[in-house]
C-alpha cells in the first residue's frame, strides 16, 4: 500500500473489475482529483473472491498497468542467491518525525508541515497543482516560516546530536521558491541557529536569498500556537540578545533532519556490519566508503547526514573501490547488446508515427490527449498515431517497435516527458526496431503544457498540439546519423601528487591501469605534510607514509617529481601531454586525465597575521609545542578572508579544524582560557558533535558580524583581542598569548591546466564540475575528471572519497576497448569557409583546429571526438559554413515555421 499513488489504473483496466476504492462512497474519479486540502489518503484493494488470477491463475493486468510496482502477486515475491564479488550498500534515509515534539504541535495544527510535505505543495503534480495553498483552509500562504534543527542538533528529546547537514541549504531553496510561487508579498522566514551553507556555490546562493528578501533570525522557537479558527499560526521565540518575540504566520515549514533507514540498520545487522552510535554504517576516514567487512562498501546517507554531490561522488567511489576486488574478472560476464541492420530509408517517402503519452494524471489529468492524438493525424507525412498511458513502460515499448515494424514508419515522434530522462530509452526502441535512433524527435508536453498549465486543460492542449506539430515538421527532415567511436589508450595521466591524487593513482593501478602520476613539487603529499590528525582522531602522517610507499612501488605507476605539463592535446581515449621534468620533456599518451592539483591556505595581513610572531594560521599553531605550552589564551579566529566580497565562498573546514585544535588543547591543559570567535559554526554531521564536546570543555565561542568584525591590537609583545558579544550585548577584551588564524582556502594555480585542457573555471578558479549535483567530479569534456581541493575546499575523507569517484568514473573509460561518442556534432562545408578563425577561438573545447587545404590556405576541420554540439561554432559563423547534425537550420526553420 506505501507505493500505491491511487492513479486508478489497476481498476480501470481490470477486467472483473475486482480493484475497488480503498474508501468507500467515492468515486475513482473522484478519488484522483478530489480537492486539496480535503483529500484523503486513498488507496486501492483488491477483492480475491472476483480476481481472475486467484480463480483460473492467470490475468494479472493490474500488475501489468501498475506505474509504481505496488501489485505484486506472491508467487512472484521468491529469494535470490547471487554470487558476486562485492557489495555496495546505498540504503539511503528517512526523514525524522517531529510528531514527538509537542513544541511544534505538528500533530495538532494543520498549518504546520515538513519540509517534505512542503517540496510536494510546490510541485505541480503536487496536491495543489504548485500554488502554495493553506492546508486548514486552502487560501495562499503569503506570510511562510521555516524552522531549522527539527531532529537534528538535539540531544535532550531525541539524541540526534549530528547536523543533518542540508535543511539549511533546502530551506533557502524553498523560500525563493515560494516567494516565486507565491509573488512578490511573500514574506519568508527561516528561523535559526547556525546558517551551514557551506557547499560549493552554497555562500553565494545565501547571499542572493538575502538580497532577494528571505529573512534570516538567529533564535530558537519555543513554542507554537493556533490564534484563530482560520488556522493561522502564532510563533513564540527567543532571539540571540534574550528577546522573547511572537509573530504570526499562515504556515510553518519544519526542516526536518534525516535518520538512517530502519531497512538499512537491519540489513547492517544482518550481515554483521558495524554501525556507529547514531546507527549509521561506520567508515574511517581514510576508507570513507568501505564497511568494516572488507568487499563491502556503502555510499550516500547509509554512512552520515550528506548532500546529493557528495552522495553521488561516493556512489562513484564505491564502484571504483569495488572495481579493484573485480578487476581480475572484468568483462568476463557481460553480454553485448547486439542489434539487428538498420533500414535504408533513403528516397522512400516520410511515414512518421506519433504516440502521444497520458503520463498517468501528468499528462491525461490535464490536457485533453485523444484530441491530440486527432490532431496529430491531420498532420502531413504521419502514417500512425497511438495514445498510451505510459509510453515508457517495457510493453509499451515493446508494442512501439512492433508498430514501427508493422506500418514501415521511417520517423518516430513521441509526446510525452522530457527527452532529458526519456530520449535514449525511445531511441534504443526505435533502433530495435530497425531504425537509426537519430530518426527520433520527441516533444514535451508533460513539462512544457500540462505542468506549468495545470490550471488550464484548453491552453495545455492547445499548446501540446503546437509541440506536436513543431516535432513532426523536424521529424519529416531528420536524417540517419551514423554512430561515433574511437579507440582507447588504456593509461591515465594524474596531475597532482597530494593525498587526492596518490589515491586516484593507486586506485587505477589497482585496477590494472598504467598511471603516470605527476607532482610539481620536490616531494608526494600536497598540503598533508602540515596535517597530524583528522577531525576524528586518526593519524595523518602515518597514513600519508604509508600511502607514498605503496605509490612510489606500484609497478603500475610511474611518478613524475619536479614536474609540469606543458601542453595537452586531443580527446576522449586519446590525449597526449608534454610533460617537462628538469631540463628534460616527454610525451605521456592517455585515455584519461585527472586534475588533483590542491589547494593552499592563504596569507593575511588582517590581525596583524602578517606582523606579530605570536599570530599564526592553520596548523602552525601546532608546529611549536614549547610556545603553545607557554600560552595562558588562545584565541581562533574564523572566516579570515572567507564570505566576504573578494572570496564570497566558506572554506568550509575551517571550522571542524579549529575546534578540534581547541579541543586538543584543553585535553592537554584544562587551565587554558580557549576561544574561537565565529561567524557561524559549520560543523555537518557527526562534527557537530565536536562543537558540542568544545563547548563542554569549557572553550568560549563568540559569534561576530563581518559589520563588526574582531579588532586585534599589540602593546610591545602583548595581544589584545576586542570583540562585541551579542548575548552579552558589550564588547569584550581577551588578553591573547596566541592568536590563530582560519584563512581562506584557495586553489592552487590552476588557469594554465584549464586553458591547456579547455576546462571552465568559477569566479574563485576552482574547477567547475560538468554537473553539480549529478556529475560532480566528470568536467563538460569527456574523459577530465577533478578532485580534491582544485575543486572546492574539503575535508581529508571527502577529498579521498573524490578521488576514489575520479577514478572509479576514469575506469568506466578505460575498461573499454572504443569510447562511443554523441554524433550530433557540427558539420563544416570547408566550401563555404573563409578560414577567418572566429569558430576556433569560440569553441569552448578545442574541437575545432585550422587544417591546411592548400598551401598557407587553411579551413576550420572539426575534431568530432571533442565537439560536445553546443552550436556555438554554428551560430557565430559570418559564412554559415557550420551546420550541426540533428540540429540543422533547416530542421529547426520547419519547426519554428509549424509553430508560427
Request: hydrophobic share 40%; proline share 4%.
Amino acid at each position: 500500500m506505501e507505493k500505491c499513488i491511487a492513479c486508478g489504473l489497476c481498476s480501470e483496466k481490470c477486467p472483473a473489475r475486482t480493484a475497488d476504492d480503498y474508501e468507500a462512497g467515492l468515486s475513482k474519479r473522484k478519488a484522483i482529483y478530489v480537492p486539496y486540502p480535503q483529500a484523503v489518503p486513498l488507496k486501492y484493494v483488491i477483492d480475491h473472491d472476483r480476481c481472475i488470477y486467484f480463480k483460473k491463475g492467470k490475468c494479472k493486468a493490474c500488475e501489468k498497468f501498475c506505474p509504481t510496482g505496488a501489485i505484486l502477486f506472491e508467487d512472484q515475491e521468491q529469494t535470490l542467491e547471487l554470487n558476486v564479488g562485492s557489495i555496495i550498500l546505498t540504503t539511503g534515509l528517512q526523514t525524522f518525525d517531529p510528531g514527538s515534539f509537542d513544541t511544534y504541535q505538528y500533530s495538532a495544527l494543520s498549518n504546520v508541515v515538513t519540509s517534505i510535505e512542503f517540496e510536494r505543495i510546490l510541485s505541480a503534480g503536487g496536491p495543489t497543482q504548485g500554488h502554495v495553498l493553506r492546508p486548514s483552509d486552502g487560501r495562499t500562504a503569503k506570510k511562510i516560516a521555516w524552522l531549522q534543527c527539527v531532529g537534528s542538533r538535539e540531544i535532550n528529546r531525541c539524541d540526534h546530536g549530528y547536523c543533518s547537514g542540508v535543511c539549511c541549504m533546502y530551506a533557502i531553496k524553498e523560500a525563493l521558491m515560494a516567494k516565486e510561487h507565491v509573488g512578490s508579498d511573500c514574506e519568508a522566514s527561516i528561523f535559526y541557529m547556525d546558517l551551514r551553507t557551506s557547499g560549493k556555490d552554497f555562500e553565494k546562493y545565501y547571499t542572493k536569498a538575502e538580497q532577494d528578501g528571505v529573512r534570516f533570525l538567529r533564535s530558537r522557537v519555543h513554542s507554537i500556537t493556533q490564534t484563530d479558527p482560520d488556522g493561522t499560526v502564532a510563533l513564540h521565540y527567543a532571539t540571540e540578545d534574550g528577546c522573547r518575540l511572537e509573530e504570526t504566520f499562515d504556515l510553518v515549514v519544519l526542516s526536518v533532519g534525516m535518520e538512517p533507514a530502519e531497512s538499512g540498520v537491519e540489513t547492517a545487522r544482518m550481515m554483521g556490519i558495524a554501525c556507529n552510535e547514531d546507527r549509521f554504517l561506520k567508515t574511517r576516514d581514510f576508507a570513507p566508503v568501505s564497511t568494516s567487512t572488507p568487499g563491502i562498501y556503502a555510499a550516500g546517507v547509509a554512512t552520515e547526514c550528506k548532500d546529493i554531490p557528495q552522495s553521488v561522488m561516493e556512489a562513484s567511489a564505491a564502484a571504483g573501490s569495488a572495481g579493484i576486488d573485480l578487476a581480475a574478472a572484468r568483462g568476463t560476464l557481460v553480454s553485448e547488446k547486439h542489434f539487428g541492420p538498420e533500414k535504408d530509408f533513403a528516397g522512400q517517402e516520410v511515414r512518421i508515427g506519433v504516440f502521444v503519452c497520458n503520463c498517468g494524471t501528468n499528462i491525461g489529468g490535464v490536457a485533453d490527449v485523444p484530441s491530440i492524438v486527432e490532431f496529430a493525424k491531420s498532420l502531413p507525412g504521419v502514417a500512425y498515431v497511438e495514445e498510451n498511458q505510459f509510453s515508457c513502460s517495457q510493453d509499451t515499448q515493446a508494442n512501439i517497435a512492433a508498430t514501427v515494424r508493422e506500418h514501415d514508419l521511417n520517423r518516430v515522434v513521441v509526446a510525452a516527458c522530457t527527452p532529458r530522462t526519456h530520449e535514449a530509452l525511445f531511441q534504443e526502441t526505435i533502433r530495435d526496431s530497425g531504425l537509426n535512433p537519430y530518426l527520433f524527435e520527441m516533444a514535451n508536453i508533460r513539462n512544457q503544457c500540462t505542468w506549468c498549465h495545470s490550471g488550464d486543460s484548453e491552453k495545455a492542449t492547445a499548446k501540446s498540439k503546437d509541440l506536436v506539430k513543431m516535432a513532426v515538421a523536424k521529424a519529416s527532415l531528420l536524417e540517419a546519423i551514423p554512430e561515433l567511436s574511437v579507440d582507447i589508450t588504456k593509461a591515465v595521466l594524474v596531475i597532482g601528487g597530494g593525498l587526492s591524487g596518490m589515491t586516484a593513482a593507486l586506485n587505477l593501478a589497482d585496477q590494472g591501469f598504467a598511471v603516470t602520476l605527476l607532482e610539481r613539487d620536490a616531494e608526494l603529499g600536497g598540503v598533508a605534510r602540515d596535517i597530524a590528525h583528522t577531525w576524528s582522531g586518526e593519524d595523518v602522517q602515518a597514513y600519508l607514509r604509508d600511502l607514498r610507499e605503496r605509490v612510489q612501488t606500484h609497478t603500475q605507476i610511474t611518478t613524475l617529481l619536479n614536474a609540469e605539463v606543458l601542453d595537452a592535446s586531443g580527446f576522449v581515449g586519446n590525449f597526449r601531454s608534454t610533460v617537462k621534468q628538469g631540463d628534460q620533456t616527454r610525451s605521456v599518451e592517455h585515455g584519461a586525465t585527472i586534475l588533483a592539483t590542491g589547494g593552499t591556505a592563504t596569507r593575511s595581513e588582517e590581525y596583524l597575521g602578517a606582523e606579530h610572531p605570536n599570530v599564526t594560521r592553520w596548523h602552525e599553531i601546532e608546529q611549536d609545542p614549547d610556545k603553545l605550552a607557554q600560552a595562558s589564551n588562545v584565541v581562533f579566529i574564523q572566516c579570515v578572508g572567507s564570505r566576504n566580497q573578494e572570496r564570497p565562498y566558506c572554506s568550509r573546514i575551517c571550522c571542524t579544524t579549529s575546534i578540534t585544535q581547541a579541543i586538543r588543547i584543553k585535553q592537554a591543559s584544562p587551565e587554558k582560557n580557549v576561544f574561537i570567535l565565529y561567524r557561524d559554526i559549520r560543523a555537518p554531521g557527526a562534527k557537530e558533535k565536536l562543537y558540542t564536546k568544545a563547548r563542554q570543555l569549557g572553550v568560549v565561542f563568540i559569534r561576530y558580524s563581518l559589520e563588526n568584525k574582531p579588532l586585534v591590537t599589540q602593546n610591545g609583545e602583548a595581544l589584545s583581542v576586542r570583540v562585541f558579544d551579542p548575548i552579552l550585548q558589550q564588547p569584550v577584551e581577551i588578553q591573547a598569548d596566541l592568536i590563530n588564524l582560519a584563512t581562506a582556502i584557495e586553489p592552487n594555480q590552476t588557469q594554465h591546466l584549464a586553458q591547456l585542457f579547455k576546462l571552465p573555471l568559477n569566479a574563485e578558479h576552482f574547477f567547475m564540475e560538468a554537473h553539480a549535483k549529478l556529475r560532480p567530479v566528470d568536467f563538460a569534456s569527456d574523459g577530465l575528471f577533478c578532485c580534491g581541493l582544485a575543486h572546492y575546499p574539503k575535508p581529508i575523507e571527502e577529498s579521498l572519497a573524490q578521488a576514489s569517484a575520479a577514478a572509479g568514473r576514469a575506469a568506466t573509460i578505460l575498461a573499454q576497448s572504443k569510447a562511443r561518442i554523441s554524433p550530433l556534432v557540427s558539420q563544416i562545408d570547408q566550401g563555404k569557409c573563409i578560414g577567418c578563425g572566429l569558430c576556433i577561438e569560440i569553441c569552448p573545447f578545442g574541437a575545432i583546429q585550422a587544417e591546411e587545404v592548400e598551401a598557407n590556405i587553411h579551413r576550420a576541420a572539426n575534431i568530432p571526438a571533442s565537439c560536445k554540439g553546443c552550436g556555438l561554432c554554428a551560430s557565430s559563423c559570418p559564412q554559415r559554413a557550420i551546420d550541426m547534425l540533428h540540429f540543422r537550420d533547416r530542421q529547426i526553420e520547419a519547426a519554428i515555421g509549424a509553430a508560427v
